[in-house]
């Protein structure tokens, strides 16, 4: 009887296995079809039927052409400090408003989380022209820093470290708190360490969206020098549009660096919100 249900088991989970590997080839696809177009030769037919999923003399002509002929380093640096600060601000503000939510005791808290949450349903189209007028009167118009303040928290980001701080043990901060720690202390002391997982799981959530968000850069920008990677490819694709290798090869590069960070922080994430507290 054992034997008999031991195949089965085996069979169950190699069939598991192979769908969970058609999924993935799937979702790859795309992706696979992206790299392999830009690294296609201008001989290669890239719309040939059948389609070639791998280049028949693959170079990388169209990166080094994507460089020259548009500013992609600018567009790159551009993404990079608008996203960068983005996700400092995140981590700060959301995490200081986070704190009094989930530990202090005032009327009207759960009216004030209420009135936060709801903010997540009104879509950006709603508040988009009331900004702009905003960043006129500021004289924030065709700056980056136009760009960051509407990205500087989140009702999302507060509401996933109230969670997050609301799992770590009262124990914690009581004994910081027989140390001499004041509550700015527990915060930074005991609450950040705790919620590091979700702090960098927020971040990197921080950083795709700001990294790809091309509606608001589009509305509040003006100077093509100024332009964030999204616009720059958009520019790119009205360009060059006959030439999809340089479009693949810009969307690649665009890529890369949501992978990269992906990779880096995916081992700091923790199964446990309060381990590192904990140990400490």
């Not at 349903?121 to 118009?141: A, K, S």
Request: glycine share 6%; net charge neutral; proline share 8%.
């Amino acid at each position: 009887m054992a034997h008999g249900a031991l195949p089965r088991s085996r069979a169950s989970v190699l069939l598991q296995l192979s769908l969970l590997l058609a999924l993935a080839l799937l979702v790859l696809l795309p992706l696979l079809w992206l790299v392999s177009t830009s690294l296609k030769g201008p001989a290669e037919d890239i719309f040939a039927s059948p389609p070639a999923l791998l280049p028949a003399q693959p170079g990388l002509d169209a990166y080094q052409r994507v460089f020259t002929t548009v500013p992609l380093g600018r567009y790159l640096l551009n993404s990079t400090i608008v996203s960068g600060f983005a996700v400092v601000a995140n981590l700060l503000f959301c995490s200081l408003a986070a704190y009094p939510l989930a530990r202090l005791r005032f009327r009207g808290r759960g009216l004030v989380l209420a009135l936060v949450v709801a903010t997540v349903l009104i879509p950006f189209e709603v508040v988009m022209i009331p900004l702009y007028v905003l960043m006129v009167r500021l004289g924030l118009v065709n700056t980056l820093l136009a760009v960051i303040l509407p990205n500087a928290a989140t009702a999302f980001g507060i509401f996933l470290l109230r969670q997050s701080f609301l799992a770590v043990p009262v124990e914690l901060e009581e004994a910081a708190r027989l140390d001499g720690c004041t509550p700015l202390g527990e915060w930074w002391n005991v609450l950040i360490p705790a919620a590091r997982p979700d702090l960098i799981n927020l971040g990197t959530l921080v950083f795709i969206g700001t990294w790809s968000n091309f509606l608001w850069p589009l509305v509040i920008l003006d100077d093509p020098a100024l332009y964030t990677l999204p616009l720059g490819l958009q520019q790119l694709q009205s360009s060059f549009s006959l030439d999809w290798r340089l479009v693949a090869a810009g969307a690649v590069v665009s890529i890369v660096p949501v992978l990269v960070l992906f990779v880096a922080l995916q081992r700091f994430i923790l199964p446990s919100a309060t381990a590192d507290a904990v140990k400490g």
